[in-house]
């Protein structure tokens, strides 16, 4: 097999890993057969059609210094740490056998003395002596000549931290049941012990090409290769971008409540791709003004932190005498929404 190419990214940025998925999906020779190797620092990956607001905890992210990213796929919420490795193969249509991307990962493995199984369609397991846990999960996509295959190496992550970023509706709690879930995971670290990312990944590289038999072309990805790299650059735009992130999310509702210093609140934001549309603040505050600058200022703009930030600046330089409890309502409101 002559055609095989490796992609190991050097960078830790989601967005810049999640666009070279893209390049490779929609740009790439269908013919090849190709293995992109990445991981990223601490982000919390959501799908296309979800909500960051509701699913994700934005200001104890930004707090913490957590990205976002979205895919292009559907599915749910993933928290990636540097304790996960994530694979890629782009495989002709024709040829493709999932079997096979999972006999490399198996092959890879086995350099560490790991017997892996694999469990109905996206599931690998390793055994335990209470039963199999899954290490990795998988998803699929293709096109009419090509097919895509990707999914997560769990090496040493932190399995808590997700819950830290999520805010899912208790009725998906109830359903899925947290503590079961998580009981069924493990890192590849349980069974070897020191086990890490370039280990790994040069088990995979070697695994790779030993199963079609031939060499492998290899490149290295930074943040330079996109200046190198026009279509590479379009998707990191688009995947980086405020529109996508934020933007991209169906209309909704976000309603919030509380009692601070200067009464009661209870806000009603109505959000359109990123923007309030509309805004309703109930309130028994004895301070008109302040309801009715802030209902003006916020709508047509976007709904983070910045725009609460700058409409309570221009509030507070009206009312100097209500700056203490002005500061406390910019505060929870940018706890709730920050972007």
């Known amino acids: 097999m002559s055609n095989l190419k ?26 090849s057969q190709v293995l992109f190797l990445w991981r ?12 960051p607001w509701s699913e994700c905890n934005l200001a104890k992210m930004k707090e913490d210094s957590v990205h976002l990213a979205r895919r292009t796929t559907g599915g749910g919420a993933v928290f990636h740490d540097m304790g996960n490795t994530n694979f890629t193969f782009l495989s002709p249509k024709e040829s493709y056998r999932r079997e096979n991307n999972i006999q490399i990962i198996f092959n890879a493995l086995k350099e560490f003395g790991i017997q892996g199984e694999a469990s109905g369609r ?16 998988s998803a699929y996509r293709e096109k009419k000549d090509r097919a895509f295959h990707h999914g997560t190496l769990l090496l040493h992550a932190d399995l808590t931290r997700l819950g830290n970023y999520l805010t899912p509706n208790p ?52 943040m330079k290769t996109l200046q190198e790299n026009q279509e590479l650059k379009t998707q990191y735009e688009g995947l980086s971008s405020w529109d996508w992130l934020y933007g991209n ?19 009603n934001f109505k959000v359109e791709e990123g923007t309030i549309a509309d805004l309703q603040i109930f309130t028994d505050c004895l301070y008109p003004q ?50």
């Open 6 to 31: 490796i992609f190991l990214s050097e960078s830790l940025n989601p967005h810049l890993n999640l666009a070279t998925e893209e390049w490779i999906f929609h740009n790439l020779d269908p013919s």
């Open 40 to 51: 990223n620092d601490n982000t919390v990956v959501i799908g296309r059609n979800q909500n």
């Open 122 to 137: 996206n599931d690998l397991l390793i055994p335990f002596q209470d039963g199999p846990r899954k290490f990795s999960g």
């Open 171 to 222: 009725k998906k709690l109830q359903a899925k049941g947290k503590e079961s879930v998580r009981a069924r995971v493990a890192n590849l670290s349980e069974v070897a012990k020191d086990i890490n990312h370039d280990q790994i990944v040069t088990a995979m590289v070697r695994s790779f090409e030993n199963f079609y038999g031939g060499k492998a072309q290899t490149e290295f990805l930074s």
């Open 249 to 267: 999310t169906l209309e909704f509702n976000h309603k919030l409540d509380e009692y601070l210093s200067l009464g009661f609140f209870d806000f």
């Open 290 to 339: 302040v309801v009715e600058d802030l209902t003006t200022l916020l709508k047509g703009k976007p709904y983070n932190g910045g725009s609460i930030r700058d409409s309570l600046t221009y509030v507070k330089s009206r009312l100097p005498d209500l700056q203490t409890g002005l500061q406390e309502l910019e505060n929870w409101l940018c706890s709730q929404v920050e972007v």
